[in-house]
């Protein structure tokens, strides 16, 4: 009996053991650092696009990480469509690619089809039927739908159904 009992419960270890370690999934956790190739070590936003890449965004410019390497996006002053300021503080995609760049006091949009930034987004904006000026805030919600806030009004971008809503601000102090 008390080989019985001592097998059943060897059994019944095994089993437990097995099936712990058959759910467990293996994470591969790798430190990226500015020895690696990020800009900066102090990290002020993640984002991870559509296409599988991860932007880091920190006090030394944009970093975009394909999971081998980094390239990193900085000023340059005189120099077209780059970032105007390196202090990257938000970073959002909307649902037509475009990557949102937050710089506290404007926002830059990321154009994948050129590999470069827009810094008038008012022209951006209008190209979606949104009218606005530079001192909005823009979000994106879960479905990748834009919100731009205004002074007077609100706007909404439908992604799928490429249509916007114009809804008005009570409320003038944002």
Same mark, same amino acid.
């Given at each position: 009996?008390?080989?019985?009992?001592?097998?059943?419960?060897? #059994?019944?270890?095994?089993?437990?053991?097995?099936?712990?370690?058959?759910?467990? =999934? $293996?994470?591969?956790?790798?430190?990226?650092?500015? @020895?690696?190739?990020? @800009?900066?070590? @102090?990290?002020?936003?993640?984002?991870?696009? $559509?296409?599988?890449?991860?932007?880091?965004?920190?006090? =030394?410019?944009?970093?975009?990480?394909?999971?081998? #390497?980094?390239?990193?996006?900085?000023?340059? &002053?005189?120099?077209?469509?780059?970032?105007?300021?390196?202090?990257?503080? #938000?970073?959002?995609?909307? #649902?037509?690619?475009?990557?949102?760049?937050?710089?506290?006091?404007?926002?830059?949009?990321?154009?994948?089809?050129?590999?470069?930034?827009? =810094?008038?987004?008012?022209? @951006?904006?209008? $190209?979606?039927?949104?009218?606005?000026?530079? $001192?909005?805030?823009?979000?994106?919600?879960?479905?990748?739908?834009?919100?731009?806030?205004?002074?007077?009004?609100?706007? &909404?971008?439908?992604?799928?159904?490429?249509?916007?809503?114009?809804?008005?601000?009570?409320?003038?102090?944002?």
């Amino acid at each position: 009996m008390k080989t019985h009992t001592r097998l059943y419960l060897l #059994g019944i270890f095994w089993f437990v053991t097995f099936q712990y370690n058959i759910g467990q =999934s $293996s994470y591969i956790f790798h430190h990226l650092e500015t @020895s690696s190739g990020l @800009s900066n070590n @102090s990290v002020k936003a993640i984002l991870r696009d $559509s296409y599988g890449f991860l932007w880091i965004g920190t006090e =030394s410019g944009l970093n975009r990480y394909d999971g081998y #390497g980094f390239k990193v996006y900085t000023t340059h &002053s005189g120099i077209p469509n780059t970032l105007i300021s390196n202090d990257i503080l #938000g970073l959002q995609e909307d #649902g037509l690619g475009n990557i949102w760049v937050n710089l506290g006091y404007t926002y830059m949009v990321y154009k994948r089809d050129k590999d470069c930034f827009l =810094s008038d987004i008012k022209q @951006s904006l209008i $190209s979606l039927g949104i009218q606005s000026d530079q $001192s909005c805030k823009v979000f994106v919600d879960k479905k990748h739908n834009l919100w731009v806030l205004n002074k007077k009004n609100v706007f &909404s971008y439908n992604v799928k159904k490429k249509k916007n809503n114009r809804i008005q601000n009570k409320n003038t102090s944002i």
